[in-house]
């Protein structure tokens, strides 16, 4: 039913019938109370009538008469027009004595099947009267029957006009309670309107766009610094998606490039065995760095998304460092470069091992790339007040201070003529910094050209 309709529309039909619920209660307790009132002044009038002619009975000392000096002049009993109350007075045997001058040689009749002093409804001459009948009693004895009545007739003319103002106000009342909330509610969700502008208006080509946030800190106040903390968010991933189709593009294209052109070049002559093995082994070696740019950006677009399994588990730490060089054995072996670990401690962590795995071997790789032939790496340790800190220190090339403030950002590589005729894809350091992140290990990284770089991995341990 609600479903078509503006939220304006919406709120000012809700608060409209809400407003109608309350108000039908308010002018039922009006016309109630109205009515109850008037009832009441009617009972009254006829109890002081009553009372007043039984008091007179009662203490008369000879009883000439039923009625009290002067009774008939009052103009209630005389006139009909203005709230009239009407009498008729009987004898013990029910014979008609005396009647008000209202009733005009007209009688209220006794009514034997109604209790005494218990008003009911009656009718004369075609007005509604509100009746009360009480025994006269004089020294003990009924003398006479008194019948006092009084009409309702003004009394419901004002219960009739009152229900005629209160349902000519209600629908007026209604109809302008729904046009003030309609305006209120209009003026009230006015910023609401410039949100969806704002939001409709910004596209892929402008996202640094954002809401303008309302002067009142309320709820479209939140609501804006959401939806433009969202935007931050959605430019950032945006830029970083861009960038890294870009990176990878750049990435894959030099091996492609090498592999196309080595390729080219041995299908234009023939070629001895001997050369054609060196270049199918070098055409291998592009094929294999290709497979690890794919792998890391595979690993590298997982840990973006937090699609790795993240469980933790008791491993041992030097284990852990023995077996990457383990895995590193022949490349050290090419380079002659040694490495030490007998300063390292060794202890139990709960962490994500392969995580740890893979940082100690992005870490491990880049040591012994950037060695010096014949070089050397120290693997060692430091622990504190449960602190540990696993330290890896080479004697490399090292960096110089510009180059290491954006040493751990994706794709970034050193570029001098030391590090020209080494391999790699700027990727390996980024994934590590990541996943030390996801594992709660804080990563610092120093270096000084020609002297070598150290790198702090630093986290909680149980002691083994």
Do not use: C
Not at 89 to 104: A, C, F, G, R, T
Not at 148 to 155: F, P
Not at 199 to 209: G, K, V
């Amino acid at each position: 039913m609600f479903k078509n309709l503006s939220v304006k529309n919406r709120i000012a039909l809700f608060y409209s019938i809400s407003f109608s619920v309350i108000l039908l209660i308010i002018f039922y307790l009006i016309y109630f109370s109205v009515n109850q009132g008037i009832n009441k002044t009617m009972y009254e009038t006829l109890e002081e009538e009553i009372n007043s002619h039984l008091d007179y009975i009662l203490h008369e000392p000879t009883l000439e008469s039923f009625v009290q000096p002067r009774e008939w002049e009052e103009v209630e009993h005389t006139d009909i027009a203005l709230n009239p109350v009407f009498i008729s007075i009987y004898d013990k045997n029910y014979n008609l004595v005396e009647s008000s001058p209202n009733l005009v040689q007209n009688q209220l009749d006794w009514n034997k099947q109604e209790p005494e002093k218990i008003p009911f409804y009656a009718e004369y001459n075609s007005i509604q009267l509100l009746v009360s009948q009480a025994k006269l009693i004089h020294h003990g004895e009924i003398v006479g029957y008194l019948v006092v009545g009084v009409s309702t007739k003004h009394n419901q003319l004002a219960l009739d006009y009152l229900k005629t103002t209160l349902l000519i106000i209600f629908p007026i009342s209604v109809l302008l309670t729904f046009l003030l909330a309609r305006f209120i509610a209009a003026k009230s969700i006015k910023p609401v309107f410039n949100v969806i502008h704002t939001a409709q208006s910004i596209t892929e080509n402008n996202l640094s766009e954002r809401i303008q946030l309302p002067k009142n800190k309320d709820e479209l106040f939140q609501l804006s610094a959401t939806i433009n903390s969202l935007l931050d968010r959605l430019e950032f991933q945006i830029i970083k998606a861009k960038q890294f189709s870009a990176d990878a593009s750049h990435e894959l294209r030099t091996p492609l490039a090498i592999i196309k052109g080595t390729l080219e070049i041995l299908i234009r002559r023939e070629r001895t065995p001997e050369q054609y093995n060196e270049k199918i082994d070098y055409t291998l070696k592009q094929v294999n760095r290709l497979d690890r740019l794919v792998e890391q950006f595979l690993l590298l677009s997982r840990v973006e998304n937090n699609s790795l399994e993240l469980k933790t588990s008791l491993f041992e730490l030097k284990s852990e460092v023995l077996k990457s060089i383990e895995r590193f054995d022949v490349l050290l072996q090419e380079k002659q470069v040694l490495v030490k670990t007998d300063q390292l401690q060794n202890v139990k962590i709960d962490n994500y091992q392969e995580f740890f795995e893979i940082i100690i071997d992005n870490i491990l790789s880049n040591a012994i790339k950037y060695s010096n032939l014949k070089g050397e790496i120290n693997i060692y340790s430091n622990i504190k007040n449960n602190i540990y800190e696993l330290i890896f220190e080479d004697n490399g090339i090292g960096m110089n201070k510009e180059d290491l403030r954006f040493v751990q950002e994706r794709f970034f590589r050193v570029k001098n003529n030391s590090t020209l005729h080494i391999s790699g894809s700027g990727l390996g350091l980024n994934i590590a910094t990541q996943l030390a992140k996801m594992s709660n290990i804080s990563m610092t990284i120093g270096s000084q050209l020609q002297k070598g770089t150290k790198i702090i991995l630093t986290f909680n341990i149980e002691e083994f």
